[in-house]
């Protein structure tokens, strides 16, 4: 307000501009160094509002910026931001930046008749005002200027000094302002604060951060997610041979991967010893036939005859059984194929004279074309695999051109394999017919949903990590 004495301290009398040419620069490379040896944006405002009056006498300055309005002021550490007269100097500031381009002397004529009233009030006489334009991102790099005030005008030479010194300044300030290198200290410089507004300039010409966003946008790319299983092709629908009975095999009727039709001879078990225990339990129901009708006869005048038939009929009808089972046994000693198709089943000599199990598996009965694929996958592998996911079978013998399939079921439970690891059972109908034979291994590909890259290359070291930390 009119009248109050501003919170400024004179640096200075007015006094003459540097006596000599050679002075003026040496000040001037001085004040450069000193603005290059600055580590903040505000060590270079203390420059600007307080070092230049080495350059040029004045008695106040103050460093404007587009927005942020006054930064600076002369002889004060920190500006009130609610003072009248920074109040007042944020509007006088303002009209002069939207007056005329370029470096101007200023008095109180010159502005505008509120700010002339209060002129005497606040400033001496004379005043310069140096300005500089936004740069290419105005919100980035705003416009501003520093204003000098004194009692006597400037010339020409102090003019001239003075704005060479202002490149130099803004130089070095968008060098504190706008980090070149990547790192900790351009990073802590940012968060600091130690700028105004601008702090950073465009990221895209850093090659760095070029590199870091095409990176980062190549492991967003989807990809599907795909793990590897070992894997083979196996009947569909086998229809499988068991031993019928508990005994040794005796000949072979048909070889491996033999076309057989429905009802033919397969394999027959050595009959020897089950023809032996059918004619001694038929020779032994005939005795036991002989002794009921000589028992009847007996029956007609013999009370206690008559009450053994009961018993006799009994133990005949449980030979009679006995002798039916093993004839059974003979007729099921011949195995015959449930339907057509191809015998698969090892080398017959491996099973000829092996004792068998009622039950064991010996031979399987393939329906031809009816093929598919079946997949081993590890419990670190689960992925989740839909009805109809896509699986790629590569061959051992054929790996350039894989079999296609799509995944029909995924079994619930884990079991355990020949080499002790326990993985689910996958099984993938063909998607078209092929010429391999079932029995070939290889390696089958399953692909489950689309997910980022990053986790597709990461998924497993992760896993391995959570399993090591139990995180």
């Known amino acids: 307000m009119p009248g109050e004495t501003p919170f400024v301290s004179d640096l200075s009398v007015d006094a003459p501009p540097p006596p000599g040419l050679a002075q003026a620069v040496g000040v001037l490379l001085d004040l450069g160094r000193q603005a290059r040896a600055a580590r903040n944006v505000d060590e270079l405002a203390f420059l600007a509002v307080n070092e230049t009056h080495r350059l040029s006498p004045y008695r106040q300055a103050a460093l404007w910026l587009d927005g942020p309005g006054v930064r600076s002021l002369s002889g004060v ?121 601008v702090v950073t300039r465009s990221w895209w010409p850093r090659p760095w951060l070029r590199w870091t966003a095409l990176a980062a946008a190549l492991l967003l790319v989807p990809v599907r997610l795909t793990v590897l299983a070992p894997g083979e092709l196996v009947p569909s629908h086998p229809a499988i041979i068991r031993a019928p009975l508990e005994g040794v095999i005796e000949t072979f009727l048909v070889q491996p991967n033999q076309a057989v039709r429905r009802n033919q001879p397969l394999f027959s078990f050595d009959e020897a010893l089950i023809r032996s225990r059918l004619a001694v339990a038929s020779e032994s129901l005939a005795t036991a036939e002989a002794e009921l009708r000589q028992t009847t006869q007996q029956a007609l005048g013999d009370a ?119 993985a689910y059972r996958v099984r993938a109908t063909l998607s078209a017919a092929t010429a391999h034979r079932v029995g070939l291994k290889g390696t089958a590909k399953l692909e489950g949903g689309w997910v980022p890259l990053v986790y597709w290359a990461l998924r497993r070291p992760l896993a391995t990590v959570r399993m090591t930390l139990l995180w």
């Not at 007042?88 to 509120?114: F, H, I, K, M, S």
């Not at 031809?368 to 081993?376: D, L, Q, R, Y």
Request: hydrophobic residues 45%; contains cysteine.
């Open 304 to 422: 206690r005859a008559k009450s053994q038939l009961g018993g006799l009929v009994g133990a005949i009808e449980e030979k009679r059984a006995s002798v039916d089972y093993l004839r059974e046994q003979v007729q099921r000693a011949r195995v015959l194929s449930p339907a057509d198709g191809m015998a698969l089943f090892d080398d017959p000599s491996e099973w000829i004279g092996r004792p068998v199990a009622i039950g064991e598996r010996v031979m399987r009965i393939v329906e031809p074309g009816a093929i598919e694929v079946e997949a081993w996958l590890p419990l670190g592998d689960a992925i989740p695999l839909e009805p109809g996911a896509l699986v790629k079978l590569y061959l051992a013998a054929s790996p350039l051109s894989p079999v296609q399939a799509q995944v029909r079921y995924m079994a619930h439970d884990a079991v355990a394999r020949p080499d002790g690891s326990y």
């Open 77 to 197: 550490l920190q500006p009130e931001a609610n003072a009248p007269y920074l109040l007042w100097l944020n509007r006088l500031c303002t009209e002069l930046a939207r007056g005329p381009a370029g470096t101007r002397q200023v008095t109180a004529t010159d502005v505008d008749a509120q700010h002339e009233g209060d002129w005497d009030s606040w400033l001496p006489s004379q005043a310069l005002w140096l300005p500089w334009p936004a740069g290419e991102n105005p919100s980035l790099q705003p416009a501003g200027g520093l204003l000098l005030a004194r009692d006597l005008g400037w010339s020409d030479a102090e003019i001239a000094l003075l704005e060479e010194w202002l490149s130099v300044w803004q130089h070095a300030r968008q060098a504190r302002c706008l980090p070149r290198r990547a790192g900790w200290a351009a990073w802590r410089l940012l968060l600091s604060g130690a700028g105004d507004a």
